[in-house]
Nanobody, 118 residues
């Protein structure tokens, strides 16, 4: 059983939308999870973070107002709704989890590719 499995990536034109999903195992699902992305030649960056224990979400400035992170506890699934996509959002997107909301993000998925054309 993979710890985290992402899906939902694809190719879209600028202005389009995609919804990424990340299914976790019961062992790796956590109230504290995040989406990261890595574009070719660039460092990996955290994009959106959720702490459902304290009901907070955090986004980096370039995606504020366009991306929404959420969870479905019944399905052990993390989501990232991405609207008004821009070519600079092109990257491989990864979900990650911090078990018990402490320590580093210790579990990662394999990622799903998002490509936005102008």
């Amino acid at each position: 059983l993979e710890p985290l499995v992402e899906s939902g990536g694809g190719s879209v034109q600028a202005g389009g939308s995609l919804k990424l999903s990340c299914v976790a195992s019961p062992y790796t699902y956590s109230y504290c999870m995040a989406w990261f992305r890595q574009a070719p030649g660039k460092d990996r960056e955290g994009v959106a973070f959720i702490d459902n224990l304290v009901k907070t979400t955090t986004y980096i400035d370039p995606v504020k107002g366009r991306f929404t992170i959420s969870q479905d506890n019944a399905k052990n699934t993390l989501y990232l709704q991405m609207n008004s996509l821009k070519p600079e959002d092109t990257a491989r997107y990864f979900c990650a989890t911090r078990r018990y909301c402490s320590g580093d993000y210790g579990y990662w998925g394999q990622g799903t590719q998002v490509t936005v054309s102008s």
